[in-house]
């Protein structure tokens, strides 16, 4: 008897080439798409977006390709608790969260794979670029061969029983072989261009979207330099990230950055490009996956952000079950809210949320 898995698809081309792949593995298929994205107009004119009624048209095509049976399946009101009402707590406090990281570990690896379990799944699977290997007797994490597309950065989440349920088949494919695969089994997607924006947010203005749909109030505030100097007067502390440098309106005579944002004095510190090279950072929310607790000191490469490059540095526990980074070398836009994830090599060892910058 053939295993059943449920498969998460977008309507872009690495979830239908794997539902594919899966087939070709002598699954049982069965796609599904998740219908995360809140009911608004500015969402549904997105074309392209995750979750809009063109991408589940494509999704709908592909199905019929492989022949396999698909639905559409409801996680608006989970999405929305989890998802956006975080991203926006988050930028109130003068955070700068991941939300794909959080739709990762509350929607796409808990809600629906306990769904797909409901309805007799043995596994749920993804088009995401990540190896699952299962190592004596732990599952591990792996990135995948296109290092270019690997995504093991928003995965460091899953826990033991998420990975074992947890199929990903793109992981040994570069991303010219996915298109490739799918151009030549007659899926038109193939040619779909990637999504890059944040998914509830098309034209990723994170500011506007919160000024519109949160239902807070955004302050002005003031710029202060580094000595707590008034500079200059900011929209908000919402519209603004560690690192950031366009959009802030003033004229100073020099390229300035923000440093740091204060939520209790409504404040943005702003400062010189070097002041936001940091040597360290502590997490919180951690999760391992090799091992369950960090018991000592370990040397790591870790990523600050999707986008950065692994750097080396030190992981040492400390109280309250959290962890200290220290980098060999300062990084650039250390950022409170964003993930930091651990790596040896091609392994992933685990990681966290960003709490505080040393």
Known sequence: MKKKVVIGMSGGVD?????????????????????????????????????????????RRVADVLDIPFYVMNFKDVFKTNVIDNFIDEYMEGRTPNPCIVCNKKIKFEEFLRKAQALGADYIATGHYAKIEKQEDRF???????????????????????????????????????????ERIGLEVFKKRDSQEICFIPDNDHGAYIKKYSGREIKPGNFVNNEGKIVGTHKGIVYYTIGQRKGLGMALGKPV????????????????????FRTGLIAKDLNFIPFDKLDSNLRVTAKIRYSATPQAATLIPIEHDRVKVVFDEKQRAITKG????????????GGGIIEEIL
């Open 338 to 349: 964003q993930s930091v994830v651990f790596y040896i090599e091609n392994l992933v060892v």
């Open 140 to 182: 591990v994490l792996k990135k995948s061969e296109d290092d270019k597309k690997d995504q093991t950065y928003a995965l460091y989440t899953l826990t033991q029983e998420q990975l074992s349920h947890t199929l990903m088949p793109c992981g040994d494919y570069s991303k010219p072989e996915i298109r490739n695969i799918a």
């Open 15 to 59: 979830s239908s080439v794997a539902a594919y792949l899966l087939q070709e593995q002598g699954y049982e298929v069965i796609g599904i798409m998740m219908k995360l994205s809140p009911d608004n107009p500015d969402y549904e004119e997105n074309e392209g977006g995750c979750c809009s009624i063109s991408a589940a048209n494509d999704a």
């Open 257 to 276: 950055f923000v440093n740091d944002i204060n939520p209790l004095t409504n404040q943005v510190v702003i400062g010189d490009e070097e002041d936001i």
